[in-house]
């Protein structure tokens, strides 16, 4: 991954299972442009996860050419703490990388683009995945979603697809409403 993110002058974000001191962890891998960039192990488990993996316990931003990315795994970004942690660091987007079957991640994710003022990326496998302990079909429905958790583009449901985006990236977290998300939300903070 190294090599091709060189070759092509560009960042991936992948994952994989990671043994570190004896625990696995579901991990997000970020590469940009032949350079490591650091990881990610998930926080939140589902009940079938915690039959393999061990939580994560940090809540991380990734810069990447003065862009900085919060990078979640799947059932995270359910909870809107990891999201406003990585907005509150500083996070520019939301990057999840999923595996689900239904609507309610995909619809979770408009939600955090919106509260947040950022914008999301949805990436969510395809197929199915059967064996004795599940029975699970993964949907599709990648997508990407602007700060005010419109979707840019047609999500494409049990299809892979490859879609070049741009992106408006604003360091002012503003929406319709409010000039400023940021100071609005670290009110919250002082209370």
Same mark, same amino acid.
């Given at each position: 991954m190294?090599?091709l993110s060189? *070759?092509?002058?560009?960042?991936?974000?992948?994952?994989?299972p990671?043994?570190?001191?004896? &625990?696995?962890?579901?991990?997000?891998v970020?590469? #940009?442009?032949?350079?490591?960039?650091?990881?990610?192990? =998930?926080?939140h488990?589902?009940?079938?996860?915690? *039959?393999?993996?061990?939580?994560?316990?940090?809540?991380? /931003?990734?810069?990447?050419?003065?862009?900085k990315?919060?990078?979640?795994?799947c059932?995270? %970004?359910w909870? $809107?703490?990891?999201?406003?942690?990585? %907005?509150l660091?500083?996070a520019?987007?939301?990057?999840? #990388?999923?595996?689900?079957? #239904?609507?309610?991640?995909? &619809?979770?994710?408009?939600?955090?683009?919106?509260?947040?003022? /950022?914008? /999301?990326v949805? !990436?969510?496998?395809?197929?199915?995945? =059967?064996?004795?302990?599940?029975?699970? @079909?993964?949907?599709g429905?990648?997508? /990407?979603?602007?700060?005010?958790?419109?979707?840019?583009?047609?999500?494409?449901?049990? *299809?892979?697809?490859?879609? @070049?985006k741009?992106?408006e990236? &604003?360091?002012?977290?503003? &929406?319709?409403? $409010?000039?400023?998300?940021l100071?609005? %939300?670290?009110?919250h903070? *002082? !209370?």
């Open positions: 190294l090599e060189e *070759k092509h002058n560009t960042a991936f974000i992948y994952n994989i990671k043994l570190e001191d004896d &625990n696995l962890y579901n991990t997000s970020i590469v #940009s442009k032949g350079n490591y960039k650091g990881y990610y192990n =998930k926080i488990l589902t009940d079938y996860e915690k *039959k393999f993996f061990t939580n994560g316990n940090k809540i991380k /931003v990734f810069e990447l050419d003065d862009i990315i919060g990078a979640q795994i059932f995270d %970004i909870f $809107c703490e990891i999201s406003r942690q990585q %907005i660091n500083g520019d987007i939301l990057l999840i #990388s999923a595996n689900f079957g #239904s609507i309610y991640t995909y &619809n979770i994710s408009k939600m955090r683009a919106l509260e947040n003022a /950022v914008p /999301v949805l !990436c969510n496998r395809i197929g199915s995945e =059967k064996n004795k302990d599940m029975d699970a @079909v993964f949907t429905k990648s997508a /990407v979603f602007n700060k005010m958790g419109e979707e840019i583009g047609k999500s494409v449901k049990n *299809k892979e697809k490859i879609e @070049v741009d992106i990236i &604003n360091s002012i977290k503003s &929406n319709i409403i $409010c000039s400023n998300m100071d609005e %939300i670290k009110v903070y *002082k !209370c």
